[in-house]
């Protein structure tokens, strides 16, 4: 991309490229730190209670809703960036249909729940309590599958102490863990993996591009990143 120049025919002036600055670039790029962060981790953020990534989503999802036609203006000048979105957005589809997919398979897996039989029988005398309490609020056997599903498709390791699962899960973990490691189900963990691995790489894509057109926007029109703080240490 030819570097912004500053004249009367420019269809954008410093006003609107301090707006994008606020309302785009800032949530944006946070929100995609941030995704990274769990990618790094294999930490999908799957949810079982509704099949989405918590902490991975759609680029629009970072901005806030009253700026996202901010968004669309910005696109409409940079459709590289629209392009770049297109592709993060398609990674991270293709991400949580791959967890959902593996976590309807371990919930139906004979030997996910056999160890669940298991651990339902052994754990209150373990534990020192009854195994529904492990729950929290859920109830039925259908959530506290999913539950153990979800840690399992998220790569979970210890919880701390704060968590209703977090004595079972500690327990357990590595029985559960055991019991997925079948070869029916690792084209289905390994889809997963290659799907974190394209998000990341969609990710810093967007991110190099979009850092790259913001500094030649800030210098163009002498608009900093960061309009000004509030207290200054």
Same mark, same amino acid.
């Given at each position: 991309?030819?570097?912004?120049?500053?004249?009367?025919?420019?269809?954008?002036?410093?006003? +609107?490229?301090? =707006?994008? &600055?606020? !309302?785009? $670039?800032?949530? /944006?790029? #946070?929100?995609?730190?941030? %995704?990274?962060?769990?990618?790094?981790?294999?930490?999908?953020?799957?949810?079982?209670?509704?099949?989405?990534?918590?902490?991975?989503?759609?680029?629009?999802?970072?901005?806030?809703?009253?700026?996202?036609?901010?968004?669309?203006?910005?696109?409409?000048?940079?459709?590289?960036?629209?392009?770049?979105?297109?592709?993060?957005?398609?990674?991270?589809?293709?991400?949580?249909?791959?967890?959902?997919?593996?976590?309807?398979?371990? +919930?139906?897996? =004979?030997? &996910?729940? !056999?160890? $669940?039989?298991? /651990?339902? #029988?052994?754990?209150?005398? %373990?534990?020192?309590?009854?195994?529904?309490?492990?729950?929290?609020?859920?109830?039925?056997?259908?959530?506290?599958?999913?539950?153990?599903?979800?840690?399992?498709?998220?790569?979970?390791?210890?919880?701390?102490?704060?968590?209703?699962?977090?004595?079972?899960?500690?327990?357990?973990?590595?029985?559960?863990?055991?019991?997925?490691?079948?070869?029916?189900?690792?084209?289905?963990?390994?889809?997963?993996?290659?799907?974190?691995?394209?998000?990341? =790489?969609?990710?810093?894509?967007?991110?190099?591009?979009?850092?790259?057109?913001?500094?030649?926007?800030?210098?163009?029109?002498?608009?900093?990143?960061?309009?000004?703080?509030?207290?200054?240490?």
């Amino acid at each position: 991309m030819k570097q912004p120049r500053r004249s009367a025919k420019q269809p954008y002036g410093p006003n +609107i490229v301090r =707006a994008w &600055f606020d !309302t785009v $670039f800032h949530y /944006v790029l #946070a929100g995609l730190e941030t %995704e990274k962060g769990f990618l790094a981790r294999r930490n999908w953020t799957f949810r079982h209670h509704n099949g989405k990534l918590e902490y991975i989503s759609s680029v629009a999802r970072y901005v806030p809703s009253a700026a996202i036609e901010n968004l669309e203006q910005f696109v409409a000048f940079f459709p590289e960036v629209g392009a770049l979105i297109d592709r993060h957005d398609d990674c991270v589809q293709r991400l949580e249909s791959r967890c959902a997919a593996y976590a309807d398979a371990l +919930i139906e897996s =004979a030997d &996910f729940l !056999t160890t $669940f039989r298991r /651990v339902e #029988a052994e754990s209150p005398q %373990e534990l020192a309590h009854e195994f529904s309490r492990n729950f929290g609020a859920y109830s039925s056997e259908e959530d506290f599958k999913r539950i153990l599903a979800e840690y399992l498709v998220n790569n979970i390791e210890s919880l701390f102490s704060y968590y209703s699962t977090a004595a079972l899960w500690n327990r357990y973990r590595e029985d559960f863990v055991s019991a997925a490691n079948t070869p029916e189900l690792a084209p289905l963990r390994e889809a997963i993996d290659q799907a974190g691995r394209d998000s990341i =790489a969609a990710s810093d894509g967007l991110i190099a591009s979009m850092k790259r057109i913001r500094s030649e926007l800030s210098l163009a029109f002498d608009v900093p990143f960061v309009a000004e703080l509030s207290s200054v240490r």
